[in-house]
């Protein structure tokens, strides 16, 4: 298996509760509630650990409240190569409804030293030969600038190691200018950096196929129930996910990219890569947390996801199949 690095500057204590619908300023009580240490690239991490990969997790952590992160890095066999710096991480409220609604309540977290981005590249070090692949992923904290997380994406390519990144915003914007090797927007995210809305297939492959124009190799469109749209050098691919019933979507994103990196790290074909993928994001959606690529019917999400060469046409419809 392959040696991955995944690096989050926001990382979070998401507290988790699963409950009926919501009736706002009344008392509401939860079916359960879970505190779990988190963050995008945190998330990637367990999941490509799951996978059999060799993984480090790195970042900014807030030294107040690291022990349930220190715990987790044990437990989840992650190397820890993160930064502490004061303050305390920010705490998310994560709230799921049994119609499938998720509501994000997410807190403030540390302010970022002056000092951070250089104290994080030493505490990386030389990465040439150390790594497979590295992820970038989350959230900026408050003082941190685009700028600098551009140049921990230099950082990995200046030493020839495919880097992925997964975030949004100014962060998004200063990240692809320094071209990663992969990009996984969801369509919110995608609409916001096209600057108008996605209301078709037509228009998330062609703001897709806009990013690829810049020099991003591989762009990966998370569109939720609707599945994933892969723009890849290879080919293009649409996914149709498994039926499942969705819990909390939370963890799915990071689930699909973890996937997504696993694959291509073991060279698989790309229908196999894609499919893969997307069953383990719909796994993950049924319950809260990351993915499970050990669940008992995994095998067979994988066999219901169905996997097309996405080849766009005049007049196909928004599915991406030819209109009867």
Same mark, same amino acid.
């Given at each position: 298996?392959?040696?991955?690095?995944?690096?989050?500057?926001? &990382?979070?204590?998401?507290? %988790?509760?699963?409950?009926?619908?919501?009736?706002?300023?009344?008392?509401?009580?939860?079916?359960?509630?879970?505190?779990?240490?988190? $963050?995008?690239?945190?998330?990637?991490?367990?999941?490509?650990?799951?996978?059999? *990969?060799?993984?480090?997790?790195?970042?900014?952590?807030? =030294?107040?409240?690291?022990?349930?992160?220190?715990?987790?890095?044990?437990?989840? !066999?992650?190397?820890?190569?993160?930064? @502490? !710096? &004061?303050?305390?991480?920010? /705490?998310?409220?994560?709230?799921?409804?049994?119609?499938?609604?998720?509501?994000?309540? %997410?807190? #403030? $977290?540390?302010?970022? &030293?002056?000092?951070?981005?250089? @104290?994080?590249?030493? @505490?990386?070090? %030389?990465?040439?030969?150390?790594?497979?692949?590295?992820?970038?992923?989350?959230?900026?904290?408050?003082?941190?600038?685009? =700028?600098?997380?551009?140049?921990?994406?230099?950082?990995?390519? =200046?030493?020839?190691?495919?880097?992925?990144?997964?975030?949004?915003?100014?962060?998004?914007?200063?990240?692809?200018?320094?071209?990663?090797?992969?990009?996984?927007?969801?369509?919110? =995210?995608?609409?916001?950096?096209?600057?108008? &809305?996605?209301?078709?297939?037509?228009?998330?492959?062609?703001?897709? @196929?806009?990013?690829?124009?810049?020099?991003?190799?591989?762009?990966? !469109?998370?569109?939720?129930?609707?599945?994933?749209?892969?723009?890849?050098?290879?080919? %293009?691919?649409?996914?149709? #996910? #498994?039926?499942?019933?969705?819990?909390?979507?939370?963890?799915?994103?990071?689930?699909?990219?973890?996937? +997504?990196?696993?694959?291509?790290?073991?060279? *698989?074909?790309?229908?196999?890569?894609?499919?893969?993928?997307?069953?383990?994001?719909?796994?993950?959606?049924?319950? /809260?947390?990351?993915?499970?690529?050990?669940?008992?019917?995994?095998?067979?999400? !994988?066999?219901?996801?169905?996997?097309?060469?996405?080849?766009?046409? #005049? $007049?196909?419809?928004?599915?991406?199949? +030819?209109?009867?």
């Amino acid at each position: 298996m392959a040696r991955v690095l995944t690096i989050t500057l926001n &990382p979070a204590l998401d507290l %988790n509760a699963e409950t009926d619908s919501i009736r706002l300023g009344n008392v509401n009580r939860s079916r359960s509630t879970r505190l779990e240490a988190a $963050g995008k690239g945190i998330n990637l991490g367990r999941v490509l650990s799951r996978l059999g *990969h060799t993984v480090t997790v790195s970042g900014l952590l807030g =030294e107040i409240n690291a022990a349930p992160f220190d715990r987790l890095f044990s437990s989840d !066999i992650l190397a820890d190569h993160f930064v @502490r !710096i &004061p303050g305390q991480n920010r /705490i998310n409220v994560k709230i799921a409804e049994g119609d499938g609604r998720v509501t994000d309540l %997410n807190g #403030p $977290g540390f302010d970022v &030293p002056a000092d951070a981005l250089d @104290r994080l590249k030493a @505490r990386l070090g %030389n990465l040439n030969n150390r790594f497979d692949a590295v992820a970038i992923a989350g959230s900026l904290p408050v003082g941190f600038p685009p =700028e600098a997380l551009a140049e921990l994406v230099t950082l990995a390519r =200046e030493a020839d190691i495919p880097v992925w990144l997964d975030t949004s915003g100014a962060g998004l914007t200063a990240g692809l200018k320094v071209l990663p090797d992969g990009i996984k927007p969801n369509t919110e =995210e995608l609409a916001e950096w096209a600057g108008h &809305p996605l209301e078709s297939l037509d228009a998330i492959a062609e703001a897709g @196929r806009s990013l690829q124009a810049t020099g991003i190799a591989n762009v990966v !469109i998370s569109m939720g129930e609707k599945g994933v749209l892969w723009l890849s050098p290879k080919g %293009n691919w649409q996914a149709s #996910p #498994p039926p499942v019933t969705a819990t909390s979507t939370v963890c799915a994103g990071d689930t699909l990219l973890a996937g +997504m990196i696993h694959g291509l790290l073991e060279r *698989h074909h790309p229908e196999q890569v894609l499919s893969t993928a997307t069953a383990l994001s719909a796994e993950c959606v049924r319950h /809260i947390g990351v993915g499970d690529p050990m669940a008992d019917d995994f095998t067979q999400l !994988i066999q219901q996801t169905r996997v097309t060469l996405f080849t766009p046409w #005049p $007049g196909h419809n928004n599915n991406g199949e +030819m209109p009867s």
